[in-house]
Each structure stands twice: as structure tokens, then as C-alpha cells.
């Protein structure tokens, strides 16, 4: 599993490949610790694998971005990913955009 | 947020009460949450609640409602008028098929308690902890006849259908949400994890000294039935003597008498002992006294608490080969011996496996224990609370409120 991060604009977009799990999530919670930002993207298209565990983290932080003000929104997610957020039904809470430049764009409309 | 949530609740012994128990716990430690109601049975005879004595500075607060009772044919009447005189934002049921009655008016007509509250304008969740259409009935006592199968498989049908009129259902299997969407062609079904009890430090995995226990733990006498235990353990003792069997817990309120029955019935047996009820202070300590955790189970049920408990105490746990368990099993992360249902050698054969090696103990509660750290009660909570706040947003855009949003996120 890899993490990267770069800014686009005021939006700060996390990249996140292979697979996202119990070992990671604390990772991405180390991450929330140093970022400076409220508007947050992940990019999913490389994730090929999610657990409960890692949506947790997920929906941690969009719970700490919307207490700022702002948001974590997604993008890109692959057929399995996206079932796991069906089943669970966390594809009502998040917005969830097909590509990167859809999900950085809504943070100006 | 002001919650309402409709579930046994310790002192009293009603199934899923330590579920309760616990998600109440994280519950009222969300900074979103202001107020929480528990509306739960009475308790027999002149017993009361306890006062809330937890109550910490910045908690919600936790007001106890006794509004039902174990059997009675109105208890769905009275709690949708509780409800509805309580007007929270959100009223949760914690719930399983046999949740208000022994008798099958009494737990169907139980069941109607979310349709009603809803039809009185609330939001409502039920977190049903099993679905009939994965309950073995020839295991639980009813496959000797093929009516009164097909009568139990109707009850099962149409309670389910009322159950799905709240605003969400969720099941902690995913596969059971599969199920319930195609056989009810409805949309408002979610999986929601079980959930961790406790963020425990990591165990001991070693046997404490003094005999090696095995221990088993729950409500006995409907679906957890320890006569095949028992005679396991009869068996085991035939070959060594360092052995304890430790029944932890109390009868199923369906199932009144059961464990005294036994107790005559093994008078005979030395190492045999019975607990009675555990409080939940001594929890540690009798998962943490096992060796090994039993569960004699006859039939399938929804996802067991006390795995997630065994897991959190980093037991090596014994397990009935039925469909239910094994899932949850590959699902979780969790590993296990197993055995044959109502096979007692099989059983002996099992637990011998765990007990003569205490690496194989070691690594399989290790195993547990990781599996059982993976989503922790808070996380659990979270996802409920995201849940409500969605219901209630779109009631709100629809004008079934008053339009007084949740402040979701914000204090």
C-alpha cells in the first residue's frame, strides 16, 4: 500500500494504491494528524481492496473535515471497492465522484 | 442528537443486553449525541435500573425507560407511544427475532414496534442481529414437522417484511444483506460490523496456573446447549485430570430452568461448575482464567458477541461446524477448531487438539485477538450516527420533520 499526496489548489488529493486495510488505516489517521487543509480528495483508483477498518478511517476523515468546514470526498473507485460502499451503504454519506478533476472541481461550485 | 434505543439493557438478562450494553457505552461519548433513552423491559418482580452513575462531563445523558415487557402482547403499542411522547430524533432497536415474547404472538407481535414508531412519524433503525432465513430449524428443535416448519418459515417471512419498513435495517453478515435485497427486492438493508466491546491491551495468551478451564459463555437452553459439552468433558477426563468446565452465564429467558436441570442431572461430575450470572466486571476475568472457549451451539445465529469478546481476551475458541459461524469466521479474521453439532467425541476431539498443544492456543488467540481489534465499538457507532444523520437529512428535505436538522459534526 502506497500514499501520496499533492495539492491542487486549495484541495489537497491523496493517491492510494493496493490494498487498504487494518494495517494501513492507521497510516491515514497519522496523515490527518499533519494536514493543513479541509478540502481533501482520495483517489481510489488504485486500490484494489478495502476493509472496515480502513472505511473507518475514511469516515474519520471526513467527519474531521466537515467539523472544519470542509470535506473528504472520493474519487475513482474500482468495482470491488465500490460494492463494499454499497453494502455498507457509506456511498450515501461520502460524495463520490468518477474522476480526480470531477471531485477537485466540486469544491469550487 | 436525542436517541432512542429499544433493547434489553443489564441488569436485565435479555438476549443481546451486553450489545447494548457497550454500543450505549461509545454511544454517549459522541460529542454529536446530547441525550439517549434506552427503552427496555421491565424488570421482574419490585427491581429497578440502577441510577446512571457514569455520567461524566460532556457525555450525552442516559435516561433509562422501562416500557416493556419479556412476553406482553402490547409491548410494540407501548413502545411507539414511549417513543413518540419522548420525540427523539432517531429511535434504534437493537433486536433479534426472539427479542419480546417466548411465544410466537408475543416476539411477532414485539416485532411490529418499528413499523408502528415509524408510522408515528420517527426515524427508526433496526440492527437485527440474525434473519430466519438462515435459522436452521431442524437444528433448533422444529424440522420433525413440515407445517409447523412452514408456519415458523411465514412468521419469519412477514415479521421480516415489517422489520424492513423501517427507515434502514442493518445485519452484521454480508451475506445477509444479500439475501434480504433479493428475496424482499428492497434497498434500505446495510451492513454494519458487529464491532469490538473492548480496546483491550494485549492479553496474555498463557493458561493461568491450576487446572486448564473450558469455558463456555452465554444464554443457555434454546440454540446454546451444553449437555454434549458436558459429556465431552466427561470423556476428556477420562484420559487427564488438570481439567475445569466453567459455565459462565445464565438460562435463555426462553428457556427458564435449563441449567439447573443440568446441574442435577451431573451432580456426579467432579470440575463442573456454574457461575450464574457474570457481572460485568468479572468478564475479564473468566475469559482471561480459559483455555479454551466453547461454543455448544445447535443452530445458526447472527454474529456471536462472544467471539468478539473471546477474540478481545485472545482465547482459542471451539466451534460448531454450521454455516453462520464458519462465515463469520472467514469473513473476520477469526480461526477456530471445530466440530460436529451434538457429536460429543467430536467435540472432546476438538478441544484435545487445543489442549494438549498451548502454541496452537497461543497463535489461534493471537489470531482472535487481532481479528477482534479490527473495528472497534466507536468506529461501530460512527457508522450508525452517519446513518441517522442521512435519514433524518433527507426526512427533513421531504418535510417529515420540523426540519430541525442534526448537527452531525458539530457540537
Same mark, same amino acid.
Given at each position: 500500500?502506497?500514499?501520496?499526496?499533492?495539492?491542487?489548489?486549495?484541495?489537497?488529493?491523496?493517491?492510494?494504491?493496493?490494498?487498504?486495510?487494518?494495517?494501513?488505516?492507521?497510516?491515514?489517521?497519522?496523515?490527518?494528524?499533519?494536514?493543513?487543509?479541509?478540502? *481533501? *480528495?482520495?483517489?481510489?483508483?488504485? *486500490?484494489?481492496?478495502?476493509?472496515?477498518? /480502513?472505511?473507518?478511517?475514511?469516515?474519520?476523515?471526513?467527519?474531521?473535515?466537515?467539523?472544519?468546514?470542509?470535506?473528504?470526498?472520493?474519487? /475513482?473507485?474500482?468495482?470491488?471497492?465500490? *460494492?463494499?460502499?454499497?453494502?455498507?451503504?457509506?456511498?450515501? /454519506?461520502?460524495?463520490?465522484?468518477?474522476?480526480?478533476?470531477?471531485?477537485?472541481?466540486?469544491?469550487?461550485? | 442528537?436525542?436517541?432512542?434505543?429499544?433493547?434489553?439493557?443489564?441488569?436485565?438478562?435479555?438476549?443481546?443486553?451486553?450489545?447494548?450494553?457497550?454500543?450505549?457505552?461509545?454511544?454517549?461519548?459522541?460529542?454529536?449525541?446530547?441525550?439517549?433513552?434506552?427503552?427496555?423491559?421491565?424488570?421482574?418482580?419490585?427491581?429497578?435500573?440502577?441510577? $446512571?452513575?457514569?455520567?461524566?462531563?460532556?457525555?450525552?445523558?442516559?435516561?433509562?425507560?422501562?416500557?416493556?415487557?419479556? !412476553?406482553?402482547?402490547?409491548?410494540?403499542?407501548?413502545?411507539?407511544?414511549?417513543?413518540?411522547?419522548?420525540?427523539?430524533?432517531?429511535?434504534?432497536?437493537?433486536?433479534?427475532?426472539?427479542?419480546?415474547?417466548?411465544?410466537?404472538?408475543?416476539?411477532?407481535?414485539?416485532?411490529?414496534?418499528?413499523?408502528?414508531?415509524?408510522?408515528?412519524?420517527?426515524? &427508526?433503525?433496526?440492527?437485527?442481529?440474525?434473519?430466519?432465513?438462515?435459522? $436452521?430449524?431442524?437444528?433448533?428443535?422444529?424440522?420433525?414437522?413440515?407445517?409447523?416448519?412452514?408456519?415458523?418459515?411465514?412468521?419469519? #417471512?412477514?415479521?421480516?417484511?415489517?422489520?424492513?419498513?423501517?427507515?434502514?435495517?442493518?445485519?452484521?453478515?454480508? +451475506?445477509?444483506?444479500?439475501?434480504?435485497?433479493?428475496?424482499?427486492?428492497?434497498?434500505?438493508?446495510?451492513?454494519?460490523?458487529?464491532?469490538?466491546? $473492548?480496546?483491550?491491551?494485549?492479553? %496474555?495468551?498463557?493458561?493461568?496456573?491450576?487446572?486448564?478451564?473450558?469455558?463456555?459463555?452465554?444464554?443457555? @437452553?434454546?440454540?446454546?446447549?451444553?449437555?454434549?459439552?458436558?459429556?465431552?468433558?466427561?470423556?476428556?477426563?477420562?484420559?487427564?485430570?488438570?481439567?475445569?468446565?466453567?459455565?459462565?452465564?445464565?438460562?435463555?429467558?426462553?428457556?427458564? @430452568?435449563?441449567?439447573?436441570?443440568?446441574?442435577?442431572?451431573?451432580? $456426579?461430575?467432579?470440575?463442573?461448575?456454574?457461575?450464574?450470572?457474570?457481572?460485568?466486571?468479572?468478564?475479564?476475568?473468566?475469559?482471561?482464567?480459559?483455555?479454551?472457549?466453547?461454543?455448544?451451539?445447535?443452530? %445458526? #445465529? !447472527?454474529?456471536?458477541?462472544?467471539?468478539?469478546?473471546?477474540?478481545?481476551?485472545?482465547?482459542?475458541?471451539?466451534?460448531?461446524?454450521?454455516?453462520?459461524?464458519?462465515?463469520?469466521?472467514?469473513?473476520?479474521?477469526?480461526?477456530?477448531?471445530?466440530? &460436529?453439532?451434538?457429536?460429543?467425541?467430536?467435540?472432546?476431539?476438538?478441544?484435545?487438539?487445543?489442549?494438549?498443544?498451548?502454541?496452537?492456543?497461543?497463535?489461534?488467540? #493471537?489470531?482472535?485477538?487481532?481479528?477482534?481489534?479490527?473495528?472497534?465499538?466507536?468506529?461501530?457507532?460512527?457508522?450508525?450516527?452517519?446513518?441517522?444523520?442521512?435519514?433524518?437529512?433527507?426526512?427533513?428535505?421531504? @418535510?417529515?420533520?420540523?426540519?430541525?436538522?442534526? &448537527?452531525?459534526?458539530? +457540537?
Amino acid at each position: 500500500m502506497a500514499l501520496t499526496t499533492r495539492t491542487v489548489g486549495n484541495v489537497t488529493v491523496l493517491e492510494l494504491t493496493g490494498r487498504f486495510d487494518a494495517h494501513m488505516a492507521p497510516a491515514l489517521l497519522e496523515w490527518y494528524g499533519k494536514l493543513r487543509t479541509a478540502q *481533501v *480528495v482520495v483517489n481510489l483508483a488504485g *486500490v484494489n481492496f478495502i476493509d472496515s477498518s /480502513a472505511l473507518a478511517a475514511l469516515t474519520g476523515g471526513m467527519k474531521r473535515c466537515r467539523q472544519q468546514k470542509g470535506d473528504l470526498k472520493l474519487c /475513482a473507485l474500482q468495482q470491488p471497492v465500490q *460494492v463494499i460502499f454499497e453494502l455498507t451503504r457509506m456511498n450515501r /454519506a461520502f460524495e463520490i465522484f468518477p474522476s480526480e478533476t470531477e471531485a477537485i472541481a466540486s469544491f469550487t461550485h | 442528537m436525542r436517541i432512542a434505543i429499544v433493547t434489553p439493557y443489564p441488569p436485565s438478562a435479555g438476549s443481546l443486553n451486553e450489545y447494548a450494553f457497550h454500543f450505549i457505552r461509545f454511544l454517549r461519548q459522541k460529542p454529536e449525541v446530547k441525550e439517549i433513552f434506552v427503552l427496555t423491559d421491565e424488570l421482574p418482580g419490585d427491581q429497578a435500573y440502577p441510577a $446512571d452513575t457514569d455520567w461524566q462531563p460532556g457525555t450525552a445523558t442516559l435516561r433509562i425507560v422501562p416500557c416493556w415487557r419479556f !412476553g406482553a402482547l402490547d409491548n410494540a403499542l407501548r413502545i411507539a407511544r414511549t417513543a413518540r411522547s419522548l420525540a427523539p430524533d432517531i429511535v434504534l432497536f437493537n433486536i433479534q427475532f426472539a427479542s419480546f415474547g417466548r411465544s410466537k404472538p408475543s416476539a411477532a407481535l414485539g416485532l411490529l414496534a418499528p413499523m408502528m414508531v415509524r408510522a408515528a412519524g420517527l426515524a &427508526t433503525i433496526v440492527l437485527l442481529h440474525n434473519i430466519m432465513e438462515t435459522v $436452521d430449524l431442524k437444528s433448533a428443535g422444529f424440522g420433525g414437522n413440515p407445517l409447523v416448519e412452514g408456519v415458523i418459515r411465514a412468521f419469519g #417471512t412477514v415479521s421480516t417484511r415489517i422489520l424492513l419498513r423501517a427507515d434502514l435495517l442493518a445485519v452484521t453478515i454480508p +451475506r445477509y444483506v444479500e439475501i434480504l435485497e433479493k428475496k424482499y427486492g428492497v434497498s434500505n438493508v446495510l451492513l454494519a460490523p458487529h464491532g469490538a466491546f $473492548d480496546e483491550a491491551p494485549p492479553p %496474555t495468551f498463557d493458561a493461568p496456573p491450576g487446572p486448564l478451564q473450558i469455558m463456555t459463555f452465554g444464554k443457555f @437452553g434454546t440454540y446454546k446447549k451444553i449437555e454434549p459439552l458436558v459429556v465431552a468433558f466427561r470423556l476428556l477426563q477420562k484420559v487427564r485430570q488438570d481439567l475445569e468446565l466453567v459455565i459462565a452465564g445464565t438460562d435463555s429467558p426462553n428457556a427458564p @430452568g435449563y441449567l439447573e436441570g443440568v446441574r442435577q442431572a451431573n451432580a $456426579d461430575l467432579q470440575g463442573l461448575r456454574f457461575t450464574g450470572y457474570v457481572a460485568e466486571e468479572d468478564v475479564p476475568r473468566i475469559f482471561q482464567d480459559a483455555s479454551v472457549v466453547v461454543f455448544p451451539y445447535t443452530s %445458526t #445465529t !447472527g454474529s456471536s458477541g462472544v467471539l468478539h469478546q473471546a477474540g478481545n481476551y485472545g482465547r482459542a475458541v471451539v466451534l460448531p461446524q454450521l454455516g453462520d459461524l464458519a462465515e463469520l469466521i472467514a469473513e473476520e479474521g477469526y480461526t477456530g477448531e471445530f466440530f &460436529t453439532p451434538d457429536d460429543p467425541q467430536s467435540l472432546a476431539d476438538a478441544m484435545t487438539r487445543l489442549l494438549d498443544d498451548p502454541e496452537r492456543r497461543r497463535a489461534m488467540g #493471537t489470531q482472535n485477538y487481532l481479528a477482534a481489534c479490527g473495528l472497534p465499538m466507536a468506529e461501530v457507532v460512527e457508522w450508525y450516527l452517519i446513518h441517522a444523520a442521512n435519514i433524518l437529512a433527507i426526512r427533513a428535505a421531504r @418535510g417529515q420533520t420540523s426540519g430541525k436538522l442534526p &448537527t452531525f459534526g458539530h +457540537r
